[in-house]
Nanobody, 123 residues
Framework: QVQLVESGGGLVQAGGSLGLSCAAS????????MGWFRQAPGKEREFVAG????????YYAPSVKGRFTISRDNAKSTVYLQMNSLKPEDTAVYYC????????????????WGQGTQVTVSS
């Protein structure tokens, strides 16, 4: 059974930093594209960042590029999202997901999803 479990969410002030982790089990993530998405209250889920299975390619949403960094440790079956210079508009539930194809922005291409972790940025 495939499980993705996010952790590291919390409350932070604007301008601060937060690091999220996504631990995978039941799947060998070194064959998967890993992505992060987020969903704010009343809004649709949106793409945040994605990374190829070998870490060779990354892609970021324009709203987070330069502030967020996605990384992975295949040996630990873990994906990370380092978030710096956080803004109140970054407040959302953050989800990690795994896909077999490199179409990072398209949520329908992801096969597995975590349960999400809340990130709240206060002004």
């Amino acid at each position: 059974q495939v499980q993705l479990v996010e952790s590291g969410g919390g409350l932070v002030q604007a301008g601060g930093s937060l690091g999220l982790s996504c631990a995978a089990s039941g799947v060998t993530i070194n064959t998967y594209v890993m992505g992060w998405f987020r969903q704010a209250p009343g809004k649709e889920r949106e793409f945040v960042a994605g990374m190829r299975w070998n870490g060779g390619s990354t892609y970021y949403a324009p709203s987070v590029k330069g502030r967020f960094t996605i990384s992975r440790d295949n040996a630990k079956s873990t994906v990370y999202l380092q978030m710096n210079s956080l803004k109140p508009e970054d407040t959302a539930v953050y989800y990690c997901a795994a896909a077999l194809v490199w179409r990072p922005v398209i949520s329908d291409r992801y096969d597995y999803w975590g349960q999400g972790t809340q990130v709240t940025v206060s002004s």
